[in-house]
């Protein structure tokens, strides 16, 4: 069992930054994959970025490439989400969630999620 923690959502203007982090409990998060989803009002919940469980390998949905980094640190239980460049279209909630055995953009895949938290981009 794993359980997830977002926080660093808020409210920012366009061009602006917010990093998210989510603490994972338990002794095994080395093991998962991770990766982030985001969901705005009346839309479906969309795929933005995956990690590897060892942090080497990452994945990106085109619209956040070189704005956005994901990034994990195992002794920490944590992973990251840098978001640089925000855009009003970047509004929604942010959820992390966690792959035991690979990773993926299906959110479907993942096995444990977080409660989200509200990223606002005001123009």
């Known amino acids: 069992q794993v359980q997830l923690v977002e926080s660093g959502g808020g409210l920012v203007q366009a061009g602006g930054s917010l990093r998210l982090s989510c603490a994972a409990s338990?002794?095994?998060?080395?093991?998962?994959?991770m990766g982030w989803f985001r969901q705005a009002p009346g839309k479906e919940r969309e795929f933005v970025a995956t990690i590897s469980n060892d942090g080497t390998l990452t994945y990106y949905v085109n619209s956040v490439k070189g704005r956005f980094t994901i990034s994990r640190d195992n002794a920490k239980n944590t992973v990251y989400l840098q978001m640089n460049s925000l855009k009003p279209e970047d509004t929604a909630v942010y959820y992390c969630?966690?792959?035991?055995?690979?990773?993926?953009?299906?959110?479907?895949?993942?096995?444990?999620w977080g409660q989200g938290t509200q990223v606002t981009v005001s123009s």
């Open positions: 338990g002794r095994t998060f080395n093991s998962y994959a």
């Open positions: 969630a966690a792959d035991r055995q690979r990773m993926s953009s299906n959110y479907q895949d993942y096995d444990y």
